[in-house]
């Protein structure tokens, strides 16, 4: 059974940065291809990126593209996504989750239980 375990969440301004981190463990992590989501209140939750771990390619939802960055550490089972330039709007409750290589929620199987960025303006 996969677990995933987000930190890294937080408070900041608007134009800052943070550095979430998604902890894997458990069944064959590196068969998936891992993603961050987020939902915000009131909202569904949408794709933000996800990368594989073999070859390390990525992809970018159009909104965070040239701010967000998805990266892996494969010798300690580990994605980040480093978050520049915050905008209010990027508040929300960020998912980590593996799955299959896709933007949309119903393929990936496992989730975190999410962490807290809140971007005031």
């Known amino acids: 059974q996969v677990q995933l375990v987000e930190s890294g969440g937080g408070l900041v301004q608007a134009g800052g940065s943070l550095r979430l981190s998604c902890a894997a463990s458990?069944?064959?992590?590196?068969?998936?291809?891992m993603a961050w989501f987020r939902q915000a209140p009131g909202k569904e939750r949408e794709f933000v990126a996800h990368?594989?771990?073999?070859?390390?390619?990525?992809y970018y939802a159009d909104s965070v593209k040239g701010r967000f960055t998805i990266s892996r550490d494969n010798a300690k089972n580990t994605v980040f996504l480093q978050m520049n330039s915050l905008k209010y709007e990027d508040t929300a409750v960020y998912y980590c989750?593996?799955?299959?290589?896709?933007?949309?929620?119903?393929?990936?199987?496992?989730w975190g239980q999410g962490t807290q960025v809140t971007v005031s303006s």
């Open positions: 458990g069944g064959p992590v590196t068969s998936f291809t």
């Open positions: 990368i594989s771990w073999r070859g390390g390619s990525t």
């Open positions: 989750a593996a799955g299959l290589r896709s933007d949309l929620v119903n393929r990936y199987n496992y």
